[in-house]
């Protein structure tokens, strides 16, 4: 969605047009339902989540102003009502998703591989990869989404968790090294430094 015309639904949505708000949910639903998903690793609680949030930003759309990114606002409404369900399960600090209760193990993504030999070794290193994310905090976890599958700008993720852009750096950095190390671990591989 280019930026001239997200700016006309979002107006025409804080003007009352539900079918622009309709259009907004549209282009934002699956991209927030997975960032939710990998946080919480529940698909039944990623879609009450996302939900909550799309209403949230409703009814609060009328005190959003055009200087901040509609992505990045939207985002750090999703950011808060999902560590609000994190802090009230117990599992925000420091705790693997695989240790909370109700949790679901994360789909193998599908793979247009060839070789059924390539296709297997893919799966499995997709599977490690999302192993990997659920053992790394909440923290990092969310920040290398932001980045890395949002494609997000630094500013970008700094205005949807509301922290600094040299926090976002930092915080970043500190992620992909502790992936880097969960993925290796899981492997058996050995750093080359």
């Known amino acids: 969605m280019v930026d001239e015309a997200e700016s006309g639904l979002i107006a025409r949505a804080q003007a009352g047009d539900q079918s622009a708000f309709t259009a907004l949910v549209r282009h934002y639903q699956d991209r927030l339902f997975r960032f939710i998903l990998r946080l919480t690793g529940n698909r039944d609680e990623a879609l009450d989540l996302t939900q909550e949030s799309f209403l949230k930003a409703h009814q609060a759309l009328a005190r959003w102003r055009p200087e901040a990114s509609f992505r990045s606002w939207l985002f750090r409404i999703a950011h808060n009502t999902t560590l609000d369900l994190l802090r009230r399960r117990g599992c925000i600090e420091f705790i693997s998703f695989a240790e909370c209760p109700g949790g679901e193990a994360e789909p193998a993504f599908p793979d247009a ?79 080359d430094d």
């Open 113 to 191: 591989a060839p070789q059924p030999d390539q296709r297997l070794a893919d799966r499995q290193s997709v599977e490690l990869l999302g192993r990997t994310l659920q053992q790394l905090p909440v923290e990092q976890r969310e920040i290398l989404l932001l980045r890395e599958l949002e494609e997000m700008s630094y500013s970008e993720i700094a205005a949807t968790l509301g922290i600094a852009e040299g926090t976002v750096k930092s915080r970043l950095a500190r992620a992909r090294s502790a992936a880097i190390a969960g993925y290796q671990g899981l492997t058996g591989e050995l750093r």
